[in-house]
Structures are given as structure tokens and as C-alpha cells.
């Protein structure tokens, strides 16, 4: 791998790490204000979690699964900036972490576009459960890029043991 697409790579990977920090961020504060502001119009109907577990439920999983997401971007992104010392575009590590990715995004975008439902305004009606597309091609563009990716890996394996 040539030096200026070693720079490449790693100005794109400390690009997607200041994403996954603004994301944290934004979960954070959206956490945060949900949890401790009483004076939002919206809000997780905290009161009636006994009773009506469902939005409850929606906000926990949404907030568990964003960060879930950002922890295996993270990860990716330092397993790339670290492999590229060694001259390894793409670390088998990373593998396994688009798989989980996948997985996890199929979850996170069918909780994603239902998270109205977690939130409720005085008088309001709850709103109905919705699938849309983006919960079925978003995790399956993410298994097309891991065996795309597990295919670059073992093409730059082969070449390193041609040389």
C-alpha cells in the first residue's frame, strides 16, 4: 500500500471516528434530557411502565442498540488505522464486526422507525407499529460489503504470499 493511500485511509477513518463521536453525543443528550427533563412536550410515558411496557421498552432498546452500533464502528475503524501500521488493508478482524454490524442494524432500524411509539404527547394517540424496506436492504447492503470485505482480505492474504 502506497503512502498516499495509507494518508487516504486514515483521514477517512478519523472522519468516521468524529462520526461516531457526534452520534454519542447526540444519544447522550437524547438520553439525558428524556431521563432528567421534565419540561419536554414529548416524552417516554415513564409512569405507565408497569402497565404499558411497550414504549419503555422501544427507548431502552433503541438507546442499547444506537450504542451497540457505534461501539462495532469504533472498533472497525481502529482496527483499520492499526492493521495499516502493519501495511494490512483489511484487518480480519473487521470480518466478524460488519456481521454483527448487520445483525444489529436489522434490529436497530426496525426499533429506529418505531420510536414514535416510545414517545406520547398530552391527549395523544400512541402510533401503530411500521416496517418499512430500510430494515431489510440496510443490513443486507451490510452482509454484501462483509463478503465483499472478506473476499479483500483473503485477495491481499494470496498477494502478500505470491511476493
Not at 411502565?49 to 464502528?73: G, K, N, W, Y
Not at 414514535?116 to 424496506?133: L, Q
Request: net charge negative; charged share 10%.
Amino acid at each position: 500500500m502506497n503512502e498516499k493511500s495509507t494518508k487516504q485511509l486514515k483521514w477517512l477513518c478519523a472522519c468516521g471516528l468524529v462520526c461516531c463521536i457526534g452520534w454519542f453525543v447526540v444519544i447522550c443528550l437524547h438520553t439525558y434530557f428524556e431521563l432528567f427533563d421534565t419540561e419536554i412536550t414529548m416524552h417516554v410515558p415513564w409512569e405507565d411502565a408497569a402497565t404499558h411496557p411497550l414504549p419503555v421498552m422501544i427507548f431502552a432498546a433503541h438507546t442499547i442498540l444506537s450504542l451497540a452500533l457505534i461501539t462495532l464502528a469504533t472498533c472497525f475503524f481502529v482496527n483499520i488505522l492499526r492493521a495499516s501500521r502493519q501495511g494490512v488493508i483489511f484487518p480480519k478482524s473487521n470480518i466478524t464486526l460488519i456481521y454483527v454490524a448487520a445483525a444489529v442494524a436489522f434490529f436497530y432500524m426496525l426499533i429506529d422507525v418505531n420510536i414514535g411509539i416510545a414517545f406520547t404527547t398530552p391527549g395523544g394517540a400512541t402510533p401503530s407499529v411500521a416496517v418499512t424496506t430500510d430494515a431489510l436492504v440496510t443490513p443486507l447492503a451490510l452482509l454484501v460489503f462483509g463478503v465483499m470485505y472478506r473476499l479483500g482480505h483473503q485477495l491481499a492474504e494470496d498477494n502478500a504470499l505470491t511476493i
